[in-house]
């Protein structure tokens, strides 16, 4: 953890009144983690997650910072879960009936252009315009296709960035784990991982832990 970077909060200015029970300390202005509480967190949380593969569950994973957007959809994919890398679309949650209609729609345009016949059978200012179409849908859409209902539970990096998504799953009663820096509110997240949100190492550390757990659970089910 430590050569992670999961220690490093922001400097003293930025943290949030409820962060102060999970900061050791501060080194040139910028804020520590306790991380024997980051570490009692941490398992807690991976705790969860196995508990969801076992019971073959799905977590949507989402983070969208640039730092750590490659990570978010790689841990994801490894774990064959969902994920928000790019934006998070407002109303997902809160809206899922109708957004799920679009995903359908997305889903055959897909089909459509994997077709054999796809060439043959449509013009070509007929395909720019469904190139176009589906590229829109693809930036939205592409990692949340094989979600058919609401998920079980967010994997969030970063609450204060993720504040629409956490809004939402808080009206949809749906439990949120997340990886808090020193300017987040503990409040945000059901299982709170108090870390280094910002620093790629970091979240890779995290992420790893928390997917691996969930593949133990899902590899359970099959002993």
């Not at 509480?37 to 997650?49: H, I, P, V, Y």
């Not at 109303?91 to 055959?108: H, I, P, Q, S, W």
């Not at 060439?119 to 094989?146: C, M, P, W």
């Amino acid at each position: 953890m430590y050569k992670a970077g999961v220690h490093y909060g922001y400097t003293r200015g930025k943290r949030h009144p409820k962060m102060a029970e999970f900061i050791f300390g501060a080194k040139n202005n910028v804020e520590i983690f306790d991380l024997d509480k980051t570490r009692e967190k941490l398992n807690e949380a991976a705790d969860f997650t196995r508990k969801l593969g076992a019971e073959n569950k799905q977590i949507l994973v989402v983070g969208t910072k640039p730092s750590i957007k490659h990570l978010a959809e790689k841990y994801a994919k490894e774990a064959d879960l969902p994920y928000f890398a790019n934006r998070w679309i407002g109303g997902f949650l809160t809206n899922f009936v109708t957004l799920r209609k679009r995903m359908d729609y997305f889903a055959e345009i897909k089909i459509k252009k994997e077709s054999s016949d796809y060439k043959n059978i449509t013009s070509k200012k007929e395909r720019i315009k469904i190139e176009k179409e589906f590229a829109r849908l693809e930036k939205l859409f592409a990692g949340v296709t094989t979600i058919k209902e609401l998920p079980s539970a967010l994997l969030i990096i970063d609450s204060k960035e993720e504040n629409t998504a956490v809004r939402e799953a808080k009206r949809k009663k749906i439990p949120v784990i997340a990886v808090l820096n020193t300017d987040c509110d503990l409040e945000d997240a059901d299982y709170q991982i108090p870390a280094n949100d910002a620093a790629p190492a970091s979240v890779e550390y995290l992420l790893s832990k928390l997917t691996k757990a969930y593949l133990e659970g899902k590899k359970s089910q099959k002993v």
